[in-house]
């Protein structure tokens, strides 16, 4: 039996999912006096680091917590529940943490986007029972801003590399901590957990030890669900965002049964964007919940859920906060959450009277979850203009000159799918959305979206240059070289595709393979 210390702010399920997967049961944490009788502790700290202590301490765990690390019994805590071993975080000035260990957190310094999002290696830095049937040279999901500075080297398990050296992970005694995510991680992220959770598993260094780790280019399957005319929840895929042939919706699959099928297949990630959200309200469409549930069940790497995600009234009158609407999407096994349409009239919003609010779905969402747990999906559209001075809005001079042999172009940020364009470009919007705490964008492109003409890459260069948070390439795939061209040409973090997978036309196993060796990925 398992004890699991969840305190309420994520998405816990995955890490519940991936223990039952391996035969144990879960107790979850209801009083202190669980964590005084757990044999065997986990606790996947999800969110901020303030807010986690405040909520530690309101539920009066931070005595029962520091009894039970202090009796040697076994502790594995995860990201933020590893941060909390430690006496402070900089995410939090003032606020303690249990100073188990000595040393802080500290946010990443680096040149490099933050957060470090996606896979990346670890270098064993003491023998321990957690890397027993690892080779060492395994990749590891990572998602955090705030890495731990722990005073004492002796206690470091493993370091990986991210702009520059930090400790990603610990063990002093039968304490551990992970930064990665193991529930996150694939079947090498299950036999870090199984290795935990064996009673008898001897200490072992793995037989490779890198001498510098890389983050892997991340290759992520999109799946775009909504309801069919027959009322079934079905997979489907546009042209240029239309989903419709010979007026029906069509249907490429099963959602549950496709991400079970990608993630087999190598997916690095999986996205579901609810693409009628937008005039549907998730929380009545429970089938979408459902789906996320099942598939996070056997599929162990993150997945993100959009679609529908802004405040909404419903019929009787009550009213919902996109945060609570996030919340349910996060205990139903999302790990981040995509914000499209609202994120424009956000963005819009705030570029008008220049007042953060606090109010809206991205900072509200991302300060109860964290910037990592928020992504923006931008569905922007070329608009082709003579010279720069004819648009509103910056533009770029393009090799692909518009219908009337146009030399510049700027991006239009539309909603609703595509149905309605702003006046807001989508340079603007990105830069407003990772200053309202946005984590990651999926930068899609309504030009190329079904078309195998490859990714816009002079769109994707325009907007990782307008902000430092990671950018998800998305829209155009056809071939494998044309991943081997955003990742070479662009500084994309990761690169997203649909059709191709969804019609079988190239496995996201020949993606990588054709990777392998040219670009750093996750075999
Ligand atoms: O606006 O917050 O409710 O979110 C709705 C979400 O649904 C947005 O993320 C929006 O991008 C998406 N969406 C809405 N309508 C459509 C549509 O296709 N009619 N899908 C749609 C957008 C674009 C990509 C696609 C890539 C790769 N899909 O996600 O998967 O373009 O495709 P490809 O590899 O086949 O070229 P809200």
């Known amino acids: 039996?398992?004890?699991?210390?969840?305190?309420?702010?994520?998405?816990?399920?995955?890490?519940?999912?991936?223990?039952?997967?391996?035969?144990?049961?879960?107790?979850?944490?209801?009083?202190?006096?669980?964590?005084?009788?757990?044999?065997?502790?986990?606790?996947?700290?999800?969110?901020?680091?303030?807010?986690?202590?405040?909520?530690?301490?309101?539920?009066?765990?931070?005595?029962?917590?520091?009894?039970?690390?202090?009796?040697?019994?076994?502790?594995?805590?995860?990201?933020?529940?590893?941060?909390?071993?430690?006496?402070?975080?900089?995410?939090?000035?003032?606020?303690?943490?249990?100073?188990?260990?000595?040393?802080?957190?500290?946010?990443?310094?680096?040149?490099?986007?933050?957060?470090?999002?996606?896979?990346?290696?670890?270098?064993?830095?003491?023998?321990?029972?957690?890397?027993?049937?690892?080779?060492?040279?395994?990749?590891?999901?990572?998602?955090?801003?705030?890495?731990?500075?722990?005073?004492?080297?002796?206690?470091?398990?493993?370091?990986?590399?991210?702009?520059?050296?930090?400790?990603?992970?610990?063990?002093?005694?039968?304490?551990?901590?992970?930064?990665?995510?193991?529930?996150?991680?694939?079947?090498?992220?299950?036999?870090?957990?199984?290795?935990?959770?064996?009673?008898?598993?001897?200490?072992?260094?793995?037989?490779?030890?890198?001498?510098?780790?890389?983050?892997?280019?991340?290759?992520?399957?999109?799946?775009?669900?909504?309801?069919?005319?027959?009322?079934?929840?079905?997979?489907?895929?546009?042209?240029?965002?239309?989903?419709?042939?010979?007026?029906?919706?069509?249907?490429?699959?099963?959602?549950?049964?496709?991400?079970?099928?990608?993630?087999?297949?190598?997916?690095?990630?999986?996205?579901?964007?609810?693409?009628?959200?937008?005039?549907?309200?998730?929380?009545?469409?429970?089938?979408?919940?459902?789906?996320?549930?099942?598939?996070?069940?056997?599929?162990?790497?993150?997945?993100?859920?959009?679609?529908?995600?802004?405040?909404y009234t419903d019929q009787n009158g009550r009213t919902y906060s996109a945060l609570e609407v996030a919340a349910e999407y996060f205990r139903s096994g999302a790990d981040k959450v995509s914000i499209g349409s609202d994120a424009v009239l956000i963005a819009e919003d705030y570029l008008r009277t220049g007042h953060l609010t606090g109010e809206s779905a991205i900072e509200s969402i991302s300060r109860v979850y964290g910037s990592q747990a928020v992504v923006i999906s931008v569905d922007p559209r070329r608009v082709y203009v003579a010279a720069p001075q004819e648009a509103p809005r910056q533009t770029i001079e393009t090799a692909y000159p518009g219908p009337n042999g146009e030399r510049y172009c700027w991006y239009q940020c539309t909603i609703k799918g595509g149905r309605e364009g702003r006046e807001l470009d989508a340079v603007s919007l990105v830069k407003a959305c990772e200053t309202l705490g946005a984590g990651e964008i999926l930068l899609n492109c309504i030009d190329r979206d079904g078309t195998n003409a490859g990714f816009d890459l002079e769109l994707i260069t325009t907007v990782k240059a307008a902000v430092s948070i990671p950018v998800i390439a998305s829209s155009g795939a056809g071939c494998e070289a044309h991943f081997h061209e955003v990742f070479t040409r662009t500084e994309a973090e990761s690169a997203l595709a649909a059709g191709i997978f969804h019609r079988r036309e190239v496995p996201i196993s020949d993606v990588k393979a054709y990777l392998q060796g040219r670009v750093e990925i996750r075999p």
């Not at 502790?41 to 405040?54: H, K, N, Q, R, Y």
């Not at 909520?55 to 520091?66: D, E, M, N, Q, T």
């Not at 890397?131 to 722990?150: C, M, R, T, W």
């Not at 280019?217 to 997979?235: E, F, H, S």
Request: net charge negative; charged share 20%; aromatic share 8%.
């Open 1 to 311: 039996m398992i004890t699991l210390l969840d305190y309420g702010a994520g998405n816990v399920r995955s890490v519940v999912n991936a223990i039952e997967s391996l035969g144990e049961t879960v107790r979850p944490v209801q009083s202190p006096e669980d964590i005084l009788s757990a044999e065997r502790l986990i606790f996947p700290g999800v969110g901020a680091f303030g807010s986690m202590m405040e909520i530690l301490h309101a539920r009066g765990y931070v005595s029962p917590l520091k009894a039970y690390l202090q009796s040697g019994r076994p502790f594995l805590g995860i990201c933020l529940g590893m941060h909390a071993l430690f006496e402070e975080s900089e995410e939090a000035p003032g606020t303690l943490g249990l100073g188990i260990m000595k040393g802080r957190v500290k946010r990443f310094t680096i040149d490099l986007a933050v957060p470090h999002i996606g896979w990346n290696g670890i270098k064993a830095r003491q023998a321990s029972p957690l890397f027993n049937g690892l080779q060492g040279d395994e990749k590891f999901y990572f998602v955090h801003s705030y890495h731990i500075a722990p005073e004492d080297p002796g206690v470091i398990l493993t370091a990986t590399d991210y702009g520059y050296e930090f400790a990603s992970a610990v063990q002093q005694g039968q304490i551990m901590g992970t930064q990665f995510h193991p529930e996150k991680s694939g079947d090498d992220g299950r036999r870090i957990l199984a290795n935990f959770l064996a009673a008898d598993t001897p200490a072992v260094t793995p037989r490779h030890i890198p001498e510098t780790t890389r983050l892997a280019k991340r290759i992520i399957a999109c799946l775009d669900v909504r309801t069919n005319d027959q009322g079934d929840l079905v997979v489907t895929k546009g042209d240029q965002y239309d989903v419709r042939e010979a007026g029906q919706v069509r249907n490429l699959g099963l959602p549950v049964e496709l991400a079970e099928r990608y993630y087999r297949e190598g997916a690095d990630e999986i996205t579901f964007l609810n693409i009628t959200g937008f005039r549907d309200f998730p929380l009545e469409d429970m089938p979408m919940l459902e789906v996320l549930k099942q598939t996070s069940r056997n599929v162990f790497v993150p997945l993100t859920i959009g679609g529908g995600i802004r405040n």
